[in-house]
């Protein structure tokens, strides 16, 4: 197999990971403040702890999912508060520690990916971030067709 047609063949579409880089890359963006080091599109995420403002500062770290929440999304065709659901889950998992959330990381798997559906979930990431006082560094978007039904999509977040 030559490896320019894999993905192609696989049923991954390079083209629609693209559009939705360029839907979502202003709304990722329009949530960093002076402590995100990284732009949009790098393997990792960089984050300046600020310890004058953090005094002996413990990191405290989640990950979370929106459960059947997705179903209902797809369903009605509406995203953008599963991605909001998302954020405020993780928010909420680390606040009853008495932790301050800082940054926002997603994995979005879609069975097709959708750049429009996508950007919906993102902005509803953005929306909850900008709402908490929370970057969004970073996420991972896959494509897997034989494992997700095309119009089906999980998600998932870490804070």
Not at 47 to 53: C, G, I, P
Not at 118 to 140: H, M, P, T
Request: charged content about 25%; glycine content about 10%.
């Amino acid at each position: 197999m030559r490896l320019e047609n894999s993905y192609k063949d696989s049923g991954v579409d390079i083209e629609a990971g693209d559009a939705t880089v360029d839907k979502i890359k202003d709304l990722v963006k329009s949530t960093f403040n002076k402590n995100v080091l990284t732009g949009i599109g790098h393997f990792g995420a960089f984050f300046e702890l600020d310890l004058k403002e953090h005094k002996n500062p413990v990191l405290v770290s989640s990950v979370d999912g929106v459960g059947t929440k997705l179903k209902v999304a797809i369903d009605s065709g509406i995203h953008d508060t599963v991605g909001q659901d998302l954020v405020n889950h993780c928010i909420n998992d680390i606040a009853v520690c008495g932790a301050k959330p800082l940054y926002f990381m997603d994995y979005m798997a879609f069975g097709k990916l959708e750049p429009n559906i996508a950007s919906n979930i993102v902005s509803g990431f953005a929306k909850a971030c900008k709402e908490n006082g929370v970057a969004l560094i970073g996420g991972e978007t896959a494509e897997m067709p034989g494992l997700y039904q095309l119009k089906d999509y999980d998600l998932s977040g870490t804070i």
